[in-house]
């Protein structure tokens, strides 16, 4: 039995920006990734370099603000992805399921609604 069946004569919408942004979207999830944890790395070595200047602390801290960064990129990459999936969806094909037969009510009845 099929449960849904494409609507006939439905055209679908062409691809938009969601096609370029999904195909770029694996990109940007590593770049934005490497790029702050490679700023906490180099903030790492070259507090290692001069023995004078040691700041673990503000190292640290940095780390940390840099990891709270790419936490915050993966949520927005996945929020992207969501949106993405979700225009896909709405652009694709129309389903039909079940007919709901609607009920003819007279003209003069008091459920008749005048627009």
Known sequence: ?????????????????????WKKLHIILVVGTALPLLASAGAYVLDGLDSATQNARA??????????????????VLTLAIGCVIVMLM??????????????LP?????????
């Open 91 to 104: 652009k694709g094909p129309a389903y039909v399921a079940d007919a709901y037969e609607m009920e003819e």
């Open 1 to 21: 039995m099929k449960y849904l069946k494409k609507l006939d004569g439905f055209q679908r919408s062409p691809a938009g920006l969601e096609w370029q942004i």
């Open 59 to 76: 190292v640290e801290q940095f780390f940390y603000v840099m990891l709270g960064v790419v936490m915050l990129h993966w949520t927005l």
């Open 107 to 115: 003209l003069g009845s008091e459920k008749h609604i005048q627009r």
